[in-house]
């Protein structure tokens, strides 16, 4: 069965960058979209970047557009989302999600593969 495995959260300060990696393996590895998703406590998972599978088009939630990058290494089977000028709002779960149907939006339903997740902690 195929897995996706999220790295490269962390604790930062506000103002740093961070970049995150999804290693998919196996089915999830072919999907044709791919998605960041955030959850923050207390509130509901969100979409906030989707690539699809050549890369060729990207689609962002539009509280992150402009410091939020999500780009897609097909060689490698990796999703990154970059994130730039980090605040504390950006600090949360995120989770990495892919789907078999093409679609620019985050309707959790389409996405059949989800990983683990890798924490965000901005500070101040």
């Known amino acids: 069965q195929g897995q996706l495995v999220e790295s490269g959260g962390g604790s930062v300060q506000a103002g740093g960058s961070l970049r995150l990696s999804c290693a998919a393996s196996?089915?999830?590895?072919?999907?044709?979209?791919m998605a960041w998703f955030r959850q923050v406590p207390g509130k509901e998972r969100e979409g906030v970047a989707g690539?699809?599978?050549?890369?060729?088009?990207?689609y962002y939630a539009d509280s992150v557009k402009g410091r939020y990058t999500i780009s897609r290494d097909r060689v490698k089977n990796i999703v990154y989302l970059q994130i730039t000028a980090l605040k504390p709002e950006d600090t949360g779960m995120y989770y990495c999600?892919?789907?078999?149907?093409?679609?620019?939006?985050?309707?959790?339903?389409?996405?059949?593969?989800w990983g683990q997740g890798t924490q965000v902690t901005v500070s101040s």
């Open positions: 999600a892919a789907a078999s149907v093409p679609t620019t939006g985050f309707r959790e339903a389409l996405f059949e593969y």
């Open positions: 196996r089915d999830p590895a072919s999907s044709v979209t």
């Open positions: 690539i699809n599978v050549g890369g060729s088009w990207t």
